[in-house]
């Protein structure tokens, strides 16, 4: 999860999502994620708390790994 909005196709490269539209759908969906304003189409966490829930539920090794995947992009 990052900290800010970011471009799906950087979420895909990060993560490794086979179909990161239908991903961001779902979790649009399920009210998690929305895209922000502005120029370009990014996604963010709807809310601050869900993205500090998810990140408190991951394991230290997981955060590594993301957090070296996401400074690769």
């Known amino acids: 999860?990052?900290?800010?909005?970011?471009?799906?196709?950087?979420?895909?490269e990060a993560t490794y999502?086979?179909?990161i539209t239908a991903s961001l759908?779902?979790?649009?969906?399920a009210?998690?994620?929305r895209y922000a304003?502005?120029?370009?189409r990014q996604v963010t966490?709807?809310?601050d708390r869900i993205r500090?829930?998810?990140?408190?539920?991951?394991?230290?090794?997981?955060?590594?790994w993301l957090h070296a995947?996401?400074?690769a992009v």
Do not use: D, F, I, K
């Not at 304003?37 to 370009?40: D, H, L, M, V, Y």
């Open 17 to 19: 999502a086979e179909n």
């Open 52 to 64: 500090e829930t998810v990140v408190r539920g991951m394991s230290p090794a997981s955060l590594v």
């Open 1 to 12: 999860m990052t900290a800010g909005p970011a471009a799906p196709r950087q979420l895909a």
């Open 31 to 33: 009210a998690l994620v």
């Open 45 to 47: 966490a709807y809310h």
């Open 69 to 71: 995947q996401w400074a």
């Open 25 to 29: 759908n779902r979790l649009q969906r």
């Open 37 to 40: 304003s502005g120029e370009t």
